[in-house]
């Protein structure tokens, strides 16, 4: 069964909706800046990619939920419900009404205000799914209860601790907000959890288990305390200018710049979407699974692993380097280890056609949000793919010779680009790929 792509939404550091957010990857503009924090003096790293101006009513989401919920629940939804609008399986106008409603879950006192759930378009509510994950969940929440059990005592910690932190937060809120009764998963595989939730959301539908269904990764773990735990192990940038701190495939690249955000894709049978008349962004054509079985946080050096990934889905894609003119949304992390070994798995995966491809790092624009990532960067795939247009990694005035792809440095090109792959390499050695074309009939 064949699956498209028929709504996107994204809240990132360069853009709150769609069309903001690809404009400014295609321009080049860094959502990077100084950490502004009384802790930040005391930090290792000094600068992240925070969210800006978010506004949690303008996507529908009850006040009582913006109070209660954490930042990654509400970027889930936030982009959950811009991919939605656009996808037509829920009217705009119903999506922004419901923010007025906030019933309390009368059967549970302990347990947070809800939401209502905005009527549906086209589709049953039981053949609707959500597959939303995240990295770290409510790291936040986790300090700030940890502070209050310390000083003031057990009795004080919140009851809603649990249901808000927990990493699949973010999945059973949108669940219920869209009233999606279908297959339900909060997958976590750190950086790759975005990848990985559209990979396996396009499974479910091609092997029947639902006709739609809402994929992505959210994180917001923009803290003092998770830029000393990562900067403590040696993974952040130690640079103090927001331009030149993520240089992914950089000789003078030093390590990764903390970002927050979501991004939400609508993936839909083929068949589902052509008879209701929607309208396709993309065809998801392939989805590869790797694990390095090496170390926790270093990536496998031979690369053999990550190419797997790559090559699988490329692979069931019907790549062919004659005819295809490729994409590649890359990790590019920016840290020494992941960009040396991704260009060695892109050498593996594509052999003589690696020189041809166009890859580029958004990371160099909105740092990594982790959780996230994957999602992110599958958005910004899929508009290369639909608008001809590769974004470019910001920043790279000296690659690193061990990089030798094109990686697009500092300006966007445009290409007769045909697929377009994004892929992910998460902390654990987990790897995933997920590949579109555009839609042929």
């Known amino acids: 069964m064949r699956v498209v792509v028929t709504g996107m939404g994204v809240v990132s550091p ?21 950490i502004d924090d009384p802790q930040a003096d005391l930090l290792p790293a000094k600068v992240w990619a925070k969210v800006k101006d978010f506004n949690p009513s303008a996507y529908g989401i009850a006040p009582a939920i913006a109070r209660r919920q954490e930042l990654f629940t509400l970027y889930a939804l936030a982009a959950a419900a811009q991919a939605m ?9 119903k999506l922004v009404a419901m ?30 799914g959500v597959y939303m994950g995240s990295g ?6 986790i300090r700030r209860e940890s502070v209050k059990n310390h000083t003031d005592g057990p009795k004080w910690v919140s009851p809603t601790l649990v249901p808000s932190m927990i990493t699949n937060a973010a999945a059973g809120h949108i669940a219920i907000r869209f009233n999606a009764k279908g297959p339900a998963f909060s997958l976590s595989t750190a950086c790759a959890t975005g ?81 209701r008349g929607a309208v396709i962004l993309a065809e998801v054509v392939g989805y590869g699974n790797s694990c390095d079985a090496y170390h926790m946080t270093a990536p496998r050096p031979d690369a053999t692993t990550q190419a797997a990934a790559i090559k699988d889905a490329l692979r069931q894609a019907g790549y ?4 295809d003119v490729l994409h590649i949304n890359a990790h590019g992390t920016s840290t020494p280890m992941n960009d040396s070994a991704e260009t060695a798995a892109f050498h593996l995966a594509l052999g003589r056609n690696a020189s041809k491809a166009h890859i580029c790092s958004t990371k160099s624009m909105t740092g990594h949000l982790l959780g996230g990532a994957g999602a992110v960067e599958a958005v910004a795939a899929v508009m290369a793919l639909r608008e001809g247009i590769v974004p470019p990694t910001i920043g790279l005035d000296n690659p690193d010779p061990a990089c030798d792809l094109n990686y697009t440095p500092n300006k966007a090109v445009k290409a007769p680009l045909t697929i377009s792959l994004s892929d992910s390499l998460g902390f654990g050695g987990h790897n995933a790929a997920v590949a579109f074309r555009s839609v042929a009939v």
């Not at 690809?22 to 959502?31: E, Q, R, T």
């Not at 609008?85 to 106008?93: F, I, P, T, Y």
């Not at 770290?136 to 929440?141: N, P």
């Not at 062919?320 to 005819?323: D, E, Q, S, V």
């Open 320 to 323: 062919c380097g004659r005819r």
């Open 14 to 34: 360069v853009g709150n909706d769609l069309d903001t957010f690809w404009n400014n990857l295609k321009n080049g503009v860094c959502g990077i800046e100084r």
């Open 195 to 275: 990848t990985h939730c559209i990979g396996e959301a396009y499974r479910a539908i091609k092997y029947g288990y639902a006709d739609a269904i809402i994929a992505g990764g959210s994180e917001a773990a923009n803290i003092p305390m998770a830029a000393a735990a990562f900067g403590n192990m040696r993974a952040l940038s130690k640079s103090d200018d927001p331009t030149r701190a993520c240089v992914p495939f950089s000789a003078d690249r030093d390590g990764f710049v903390i970002g927050e955000g979501a991004a939400a894709l609508v993936l839909e049978s083929y068949a589902h979407a052509v008879k």
């Open 85 to 93: 609008e656009q996808s037509g399986l829920v009217a705009a106008d």
């Open 136 to 141: 770290i969940g409510g790291f936040d929440l």
């Open 99 to 128: 923010s007025e409603t906030s019933p309390k879950l009368a059967a549970d006192k302990l347990s947070p205000v809800s939401g209502a759930s905005v009527p549906l378009a086209n589709i049953e509510s039981s053949r609707l």
